[in-house]
């Protein structure tokens, strides 16, 4: 049996959906794997060069899903993850009249056939296209020609689709470090490429890319179970610190996105946490989930994406109390670049704080592009003063922030003299149950 890619081998256990809600890898389909016919690999490029050492190929598992009969209903009580996955479906018989509420919780990517009639107040293509603003008046920046260039952003994640129109042009290294061998690209690696620093859809759309991707975990057991396994991680954070002395100035990493929650309970958690010190060291800042405060928003679907308005609760703990300490982070109803093919898109109506990782990295590469002695003490500060708080009507909760305000951010650092450096951070609040939880 052929192997399928790692996105298609988690299962849904309630477990995983308490504790890695933000992990956009989920999908309810058997194991099949096992340590006989499962192999990892590691392709570098040669001593001294940066490189481009493998194209993963489009994944065709997009291509065997089919059609349905019948639109998922979407259940708000549930934390069930893709109620309404219509990724690569072909719905064309289904029908859609008074299902809207259904529609605007729906993924969908540029290979859904959808019928000729839907109802008036869902338009997929408008909604495609407002989920491509990174939004929160990025693009004003990016006007001011304030879009990363001179920044270089690392990626550790999936199998990569290196030839997306997003990134192509500016992705400089593709490598893998255990993972799996001729593995196909995977929706997780353009999605978070193309955030952090896609042309179209990203925050730094003139950063440069530096990408490993890799497998954090053991192999199989004849059992079907998984361990967490933070090695790889560990070698590919090593790995780009080694690239980036190859770097010029003008091309230097300055931060690494590693949409991943580590917690002391994984193996070679220790080391991972050397790992990110010596990239500190290096002055090459770590994101990863639980890095920093922040945590993760939403959208109203057909929202103005640049208002503060349109901004609400993240999908994943939208349903909790919520005691607006963190950096809000736009995180779902977002497009982002998909495995699908070169020019292809999806659209995430529950992203998870896998896609607010990036989203930081993107706006971290900003704020290095304006003032290059920014460090991640420095960031977290002047994020916390120039956030915003929303007032939303006719909700529990009435006041929504702290949300993140790019140009406010961008406008505070630039005045920054390099004495500033020397501030302290923020202390960080007291960690909720909420948010224990989203990150371990």
């Not at 590691?42 to 940066?50: E, H, V």
């Not at 640049?306 to 109390?321: I, L, P, Q, T, Y």
């Not at 900003?366 to 956030?387: G, N």
Request: aromatic share 8%.
């Amino acid at each position: 049996m052929p192997l399928l890619t790692m996105e298609h081998r988690y299962s849904t256990t309630n477990s995983m959906k308490r504790h890695y809600p933000f992990l956009l890898l989920v999908l309810s389909l058997p194991l099949v794997a096992d340590e006989g016919n499962f192999e990892f690999a590691t392709a570098l490029c040669q001593p001294g060069q940066i490189c481009i050492v493998r194209e993963p190929q489009v994944n065709g598992y997009w291509k065997t899903r089919g059609a349905l009969s019948e639109l998922p209903k979407y259940n708000p009580a549930s934390e069930q993850l893709w109620q309404v996955d219509l990724r690569s479906r072909d719905i064309s018989k289904c029908k859609l009249e008074g299902r809207t509420n259904d529609l605007v919780q729906a993924d969908f990517d540029s290979a859904t056939k959808w019928p000729e009639r839907h109802p008036s107040d869902f338009s997929p293509e408008k909604i495609m296209e407002l989920g491509k603003n990174p939004g929160l008046r990025v693009h004003e920046l990016h006007h001011q020609e304030i879009d990363g260039r001179g920044v270089g952003i690392g990626i550790i994640d999936q199998p990569l689709l290196v030839s997306h129109v997003e990134y192509k042009d500016r992705l400089k290294l593709y490598e893998e470090i255990h993972s799996e061998k001729n593995a196909p690209a995977v929706m997780h690696g353009p999605a978070v490429a193309s955030i952090a620093a896609g042309k179209n859809v990203g925050v730094a759309p003139a950063a440069l890319l530096y990408y490993i991707a890799e497998m954090h975990t053991t192999p199989p057991k004849k059992n079907g179970k998984w361990e967490f396994d933070l090695d790889s991680v560990t070698k590919s954070i090593d790995r780009l610190i080694e690239i980036n002395k190859l770097l010029p100035s003008d091309k230097k990493m300055r931060v690494i996105s590693l949409s991943l929650g580590i917690n002391s309970k994984m193996n070679g958690y220790k080391a991972v946490k050397e790992a990110i010190e010596r990239a500190r060291e290096n002055n090459i800042y770590v994101v990863y989930v639980g890095s920093d405060p922040f945590s993760g928003s939403d959208r109203l679907t057909n929202a103005d994406p640049d208002k503060f308005e349109s901004v609400r609760r993240g999908k994943f703990w939208g349903m909790h109390d919520y005691d607006n300490n963190k950096i809000l982070i736009p995180m779902d109803s977002r497009t982002t670049a998909a495995p699908t093919g070169n020019n292809d898109y999806a659209y995430y109506s529950n992203g998870g704080l896998s896609w607010a990782v990036p989203y930081v990295a993107g706006l971290y590469a900003l704020t290095c592009q304006v003032y290059p002695d920014i460090t991640p003490e420095l960031f977290w500060k002047v994020a916390f003063e120039t956030s915003v708080t929303t007032k939303v009507e006719g909700e529990k909760y009435s006041e929504l922030g702290k949300i993140t305000n790019p140009a406010g951010l961008i406008a505070a650092v630039k005045t920054r003299s390099k004495k500033s450096t020397g501030l302290l951070a923020p202390q960080h609040p007291p960690t909720s149950k909420l948010s224990e939880q989203s990150h371990n």
